[in-house]
DNA sequence: ATAGGGTTAG
């Protein structure tokens, strides 16, 4: 705590290279005239149409302005309507795009192989990257050949997809068959794809060895590496490979410091953060909002609230507003430290500061109702939500679900379960994880197993923690036998048991008096690469304390002293009573000496 | 003189 306030100080303490003031657009008003949507420049040598996009505001704008385009004549050129459908794809309407796209096709508007990437990237956009691969023989039809950025695109198609093996194959292919020279774009599309799907490290090999060839990673390259191994928690060789790419005359930016930076603090390292500010400052890279909110939301994860309002501070007297994410940042922050009254007067800042709160503002402060036994205003919250008109999404149900559940509102919660599916929102492995754990807290273990076929049946595969919640409802419910049973069918279900699993499960045999069969399993799991925690520890010895099993409650205390954890508040105090039970006025001083 | 690219929050 004391490094983060000194910490703060020096950044506020420190003068941050004066930013560059933002500019504000002005609003062109949109005339709908559509004589004014064209400019007809009458140039000697370029007798088609030019077309001026900058009236287009949406997708209506935009499909207008196609219908006017087709009735030209002379028909506007090719690149005209590539502008047009890029404009299109910038509003995310990757399904409107193809279906101009289609119109274009039928009245025999120009197009070439830039329009049909455009094509490839909206199906890749809409996870098909199957119909993405069919307009390769468009390309082939109308006498293109793909070319880099084709191959590009599709490579990003198939890590949208999940279909990493095929991505990588398809790289390879391009590298073998010489499809394409891949560039800096493809070699980047590679990297992030692998960094997205979980392998940092392949991606970090990958990238080592374009090092040595002609194909050189740029620094978004490195960029995208360096930050999934700082999520990784591997932030020393995330500071090594920055040492590299400065080796190779690469310079860092940014992006590059923002990743290094959130992650030094989120593991603690405030001195080597304050460092690289340092460094930054000098190195004339002034910090943008992004740097600023990973500050803010350091600070919020500690519980430091006062900290992140000096940054919100400081960043405005560099000129840099605190966007939507900052405002939902602290708003988590003030939740975490229970301050869930000044979380919502922030809340409801927002739209005079011209912020438009979003369902993640929302969820946020639902969150923190909830977190803080308000699930009332939790609710009203929520039912605000839907007046404002904004859509929920998943997480707002999952949130709500739980702070129902926790306050045992059992019925409540599966009827707000049944409405996710109404929304036409897919409830998610979370969804379903609360779900289950609220019927098996509260005691309907049967209802809980009804929805695991449920979620199986909706492809939603259960997980290690969906069983250990189901596992622990069983114990509680004293049913330990068909829970044991459960526990050992895990394997064939390709799943490997926790630490929390084999403690729970344990736990449960010391307190139903089966302590040859929790040693067996204690053996076990330390057999199967899972060591046992303190807290394995001290379930296992509340349960024997709870049978009365004094003796082996004792054996258990010595081995967990073994293996140098302590055993807790709870453990102690029903040593003590039991012993003083039983008359052994001097058994306490002995039972120290044993820890 | 039109296509494919990366950093923050739940």
Not at 71 to 90: D, G
Not at 248 to 276: M, Q
Request: proline share 3%; net charge neutral; hydrophobic share 40%.
């Amino acid at each position: 705590m004391k490094k983060m306030r000194v910490f703060a100080m020096a950044v506020i303490r420190r003068g941050f290279a004066a930013n560059k003031s933002y500019t504000v657009t002005s609003p062109l008003s949109f005339l709908s005239s559509s004589f004014h949507n064209l400019t007809h420049k009458n140039m000697p040598f370029s007798p088609n149409p030019r077309i001026d996009f900058s009236y287009i505001h949406d997708v209506d704008d935009a499909v207008f302005l196609f219908r006017q385009m087709l009735r030209m004549r002379p028909q506007p050129c090719v690149v005209e309507f590539n502008k047009l459908l890029t404009s299109i794809v910038k509003m995310k309407k990757y399904s409107v795009t193809l279906n101009v796209f289609d119109e274009m096709r039928q009245s025999g508007a120009p197009v070439n192989e830039y329009t049909l990437n455009i094509v490839v990237n909206c199906h890749c956009l809409l996870n098909r990257v199957d119909f993405g691969f069919a307009v390769l023989g468009s390309f082939f039809k109308c006498g293109y050949k793909p070319d880099v950025t084709t191959f590009t695109t599709l490579i990003k198609g198939l890590f949208l997809g999940d279909k990493v093996v095929e991505a990588e194959k398809l790289f390879k292919k391009l590298l073998t068959l010489k499809l394409c020279e891949p560039d800096e774009v493809t070699i980047l599309t590679v990297i992030n794809g692998l960094c997205k799907a979980g392998h940092t490290l392949t991606a970090y090999d990958l990238l080592r060895l374009f090092e040595k060839t002609s194909f050189k990673p740029d620094v978004s390259s490195y960029n995208s590496v360096i930050d999934s191994l700082c999520k990784d928690r591997m932030v020393d060789d995330a500071l090594q490979l920055l040492a590299k790419m400065i080796d190779k005359g690469i310079s860092p930016d940014i992006v590059t410091y923002s990743s290094i930076l959130r992650g030094l603090c989120n593991f603690g390292r405030w001195k080597e953060a304050k460092d690289l500010i340092t460094k930054m400052v000098d190195h004339k890279i002034s910090l943008n909002v992004i740097t600023f909110n990973i500050l803010v939301d350091a600070f919020c994860k500690e519980g430091l609230v006062k900290e992140a309002e000096d940054v919100v501070e400081i960043m405005m007297q560099r000129n840099i507003l605190p966007d939507v994410v900052t405002y939902n940042t602290l708003v988590d922050g003030y939740s975490l430290v229970g301050q869930t009254d000044k979380a919502r007067k922030l809340l409801d800042s927002m739209p005079g500061k011209g912020l438009k709160p979003s369902i993640i503002s929302y969820n946020s402060l639902i969150n923190g109702y909830c977190k803080n036994g308000k699930v009332e205003e939790a609710w009203g919250l929520f039912l605000e939500v839907r007046r404002k008109g904004l859509e929920y999404d998943v997480v707002t149900y999952n949130t709500m679900l739980q702070g129902l559940f926790c306050a045992g509102r059992c019925a409540d919660g599966l009827k707000l379960f049944k409405d996710v599916q109404y929304q036409q929102l897919i409830p998610n492995l979370l969804t379903y994880n609360i779900l289950l754990n609220g019927l098996c807290m509260n005691k309907h273990i049967d209802e809980a197993f009804s929805f695991l076929h449920i979620m199986e049946e909706q492809g939603v595969n259960p997980d290690i923690t969906t069983y250990g919640i189901l596992i622990h409802g069983l114990c509680k419910d004293e049913k330990v036998e068909i829970a044991r049973n459960l526990f050992n069918s895990l394997p064939c279900k390709g799943l490997r048991p926790n630490v929390q699993l084999y403690t729970i499960i344990i736990g449960s045999l010391c307190q139903e008096g089966q302590v040859e069969e929790a040693k067996c399993l204690l053996v076990e799991m330390e057999k199967s690469g899972c060591a046992p925690n303190s807290v394995t520890y001290n379930v296992c010895i509340q349960g024997l304390l709870k049978r009365k099993l004094l003796s082996e409650a004792k054996a258990f205390l010595d081995e967990m002293c073994r293996q140098g954890f302590s055993p807790d508040a709870t453990v102690v105090s029903m040593l003590l009573d039991q012993l003083q039970d039983k008359g052994w006025r001097y058994c306490s001083s002995e039972s120290t000496d044993n820890c």
